[in-house]
């Protein structure tokens, strides 16, 4: 339940920087003239990269 958690609460924390929190395109610009499957696959793989260094750090 715990580890449900963590991904629950950094997926909500990726997404809202990037839809919402990111106004101007400082953070997130240079993705600017990628495709929307580019860019979802890339935040995809992001979210998964973090879920395996999370639980690879609680074992």
Known sequence: MET???M?????AVALDYFWF???RKRWG??????RL???LFL???FVAAM???????L
Do not use: E, L
């Open 4 to 6: 449900v958690g963590v």
């Open 8 to 12: 629950i609460m950094i997926a909500i």
């Open 22 to 24: 990111d106004r101007d």
């Open 30 to 35: 240079w993705m600017k003239n990628w495709t």
């Open 38 to 40: 580019q860019r979802g």
């Open 44 to 46: 995809v793989s992001f």
């Open 52 to 58: 395996v260094i999370y639980i690879g750090m609680s």
